[in-house]
């Protein structure tokens, strides 16, 4: 009887510990760990493509939050996430300014496009610069009763599509009957572009994703270095939320800056399209 008491005591104990977390946020045996990212990331395949070579090799199960950047950040901030990779360098920067964050990791980069109708790039790229394409863009739209779709959610994406539209001095495009704002993720903003035939901001990767899904959409502007799109990756700060698993967070940082998946990252999208959807830019 004391024998069988010991075995049980012993089963129940190493349970115990592989249901718990390790001291000082240390991973234990078969954890969990959340990561809030972008659509673009998810869309685009690219988290299929990499986490389950992670999840093997750590023991360590990656639960994927996918939203805009904005909506990344405020998981984040709020301690329900353990990392965050996103693509909106002000606000990563102030995420680790005001403690949120423990430290940003260059991962990759892509860039953003404008697509419109099929038909009408020879109308917008011939612009010699991105302002005189927005305002080609605008004048189309107008004189044609064109939409354009916004995410409006307070992505990356939508971050960098308002401040795009600046370029326009004096001009309120959120308030024009041709802009709609749509409050959806990029895929589902895609696909509405699609359906109405109307002008859009996305993520080149993305949308090389979807193309085949886009039968009614085109690239109508880019290559402007303000299109540029980088992606960071920033593990919440255990001192702002002790309960976030921050040596796993870490596990997964060294994962993405290593030179074998940078590698990877630079070849995602080239067998299907010809070209990458990312390019690597660890330091």
Known sequence: MKRVLMAVVLI??????????????????????????TTSTYDSGLLDYLLPEFEEANNIEVDVIAVGTGQAIEIGKSGDCDIILVHARELEDQFVAEGYGTQRWDVMYNDYVYLGPKGTAEIVAASGSLKEALEAMVEYMEAE???FVSRGDNSGTHTKEKNLWALLEGRDVESEDWYLSIGQGMGDTLVAANEMQAFTLTDRGTYLAMQDNLPNLEIVFEGDENLFNPYGI???????????????????????ISDEIQAKIG???TEDFGQPLFFPNAR
């Open 267 to 269: 070849q995602f999208g």
């Open 145 to 147: 009763g064109i939409n």
């Open 12 to 37: 129940l104990a190493l349970l115990v510990a592989g249901c718990q977390q390790g001291e000082n946020g240390a991973p234990a045996e078969g954890e969990s760990l959340i990561l809030a990212t």
């Open 234 to 256: 920033i593990p919440v700060n255990p001192k702002k939320h002790p309960h976030v698993k921050h040596e796993a967070a870490m596990k997964l940082v060294e994962f993405f």
